[in-house]
Every structure is written in structure tokens, then in C-alpha cells.
């Protein structure tokens, strides 16, 4: 049954079914393919709940999750500096890790994350992400393995996605019909922020 549209969407990007079946082959593909690897799974809040929940929830093997929470990186030039503000509670060297991401931008933020965890001598690593806005990307060498949906570059909230902490707990993915400014470059909001 479909519900109306909140207020200040314009547009369903993604549907709730297109997203269910999605997540159900991408979590199909990660079963076959670490089959007895006894992955962690390890998402950042609060963006990368959702998917994370569903994602693990399909999957066909044993499998562990944790989460991170790392501030935003603000201001006019963004340098990829962010910094850690809940661990792991895991240790992950020599297991299999698998970085579950609501979206990648820039991939400043998940190049972050990888350099953590990379110094910890993990056996693998590598990345989930279900939507991959390749249009504004500086990093190009992160290792996605798993690709949800590519996206155009507008700015999309629901499924965990936020603006200022509201769309979160749509089911589907949405365009906002008036462009935040925490779009443009730099702008991140569905982090935890703080003051710089
Ligand atoms: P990156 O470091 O890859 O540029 O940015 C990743 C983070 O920016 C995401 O985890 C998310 O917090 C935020 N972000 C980037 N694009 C969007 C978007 O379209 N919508 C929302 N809600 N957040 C976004």
C-alpha cells in the first residue's frame, strides 16, 4: 500500500520494493561470496542503519555486526579529516571486514574509515554501499565490492539518509524538492556533527 509523500519530497528515487529487492541480491551476493568467512559487518551511525539491518537480515550466512559514529568534517574545503566518536566494540584483525555505507559522495568519508581500520590488520576489507553518487567522487581508489544503486547527483533522504535529522525513518529514498545547501560541496548532515 503506498502512503503520500512526505512534505518537501518532489520525487521517490528509489521505492521501498526496488530497495527490498536490491538488498536482497546484494545480500545474496555477499553470501556466496563469504561463505565461511564469518564477515563483520560494520556500518556508521545513524545513516547506515537501515541498511545495515535489512542487509544482514537477508543474508544466508553467520555474520557479525558493529557500528561506528565519527564526526563530520565542516567548513569550505573538505579534507577528510574526521574524527572517531565510537569505536568498535570488535576486534577485527584477521577477520573479514565488510564496510556497509548508506551512500558514497566524495568517498572522503569512507576513505577515513578505511584508513582506521586498515591499521588494525583486518584480513579483508571492503565496501558495501547501497548508493554511489560517482558524479562529485574524489577518492577513486576505495574498494567498493557491492553497489546498491548508482544515483545523479541530487540530494536524497529516507531509508537513513537525514536532512538535519529529519527523513530518516522514510521507507523509501527521496529527492527534497528545495536543494539543501548541506548539499554542495563540503555540506554533510546525516553525520553526527560537531562544532569545529
Ligand atoms: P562523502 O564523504 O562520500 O562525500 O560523504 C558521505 C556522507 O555525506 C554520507 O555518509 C552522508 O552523510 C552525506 N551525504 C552525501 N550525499 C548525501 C545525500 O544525497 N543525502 C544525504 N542525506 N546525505 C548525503
Redesign the pocket.
Known amino acids: 500500500m503506498s502512503r503520500p509523500l512526505a512534505p518537501s519530497i518532489k520525487e521517490v528515487l528509489l521505492s521501498e520494493p526496488q530497495i527490498r529487492r536490491r538488498v536482497d541480491e546484494l545480500a545474496a551476493e555477499i553470501s556466496r561470496d563469504y561463505a565461511d568467512l564469518n564477515p563483520l559487518l560494520v556500518t ?1 551511525l545513524k ?2 542503519l537501515y541498511f545495515l539491518a535489512d542487509l544482514s537480515r537477508a543474508l544466508t550466512i553467520p555474520a557479525a555486526i558493529d557500528v561506528m559514529a565519527i564526526s ?2 565542516t567548513g569550505a574545503s ?1 579534507s ?1 579529516v574526521a574524527r572517531l566518536l565510537k569505536d568498535l566494540d570488535e576486534e577485527i584483525t584477521g577477520r573479514h571486514v565488510l564496510l556497509i ?12 574509515l578505511l584508513r582506521v581500520l586498515r591499521t588494525r590488520s583486518p584480513t579483508g576489507l571492503a565496501i558495501c554501499t547501497l ?1 554511489d ?1 560517482t558524479a ?4 577513486h581508489t576505495l574498494p567498493i565490492r557491492y553497489r546498491g544503486f548508482e ?1 545523479p547527483d ?4 529516507g531509508y537513513g ?3 538535519r535529522q529529519r ?1 530518516r525513518t522514510l521507507p523509501y529514498i527521496g529527492v527534497l524538492s528545495e536543494e539543501p545547501e ?2 554542495l560541496p563540503a555540506g ?4 553526527a556533527k560537531e562544532s569545529p
Open positions: 556508521v545513516g547506515g563530520s568534517y573538505p577528510g555505507e548508506d551512500i558514497i559522495d566524495t568517498g572522503l568519508t569512507a576513505a577515513y548508493l553518487k562529485r567522487r574524489i577518492v544515483i541530487v540530494f536524497v533522504v539518509l537525514d536532512y527523513y548541506a548539499a554533510r548532515s546525516a553525520r
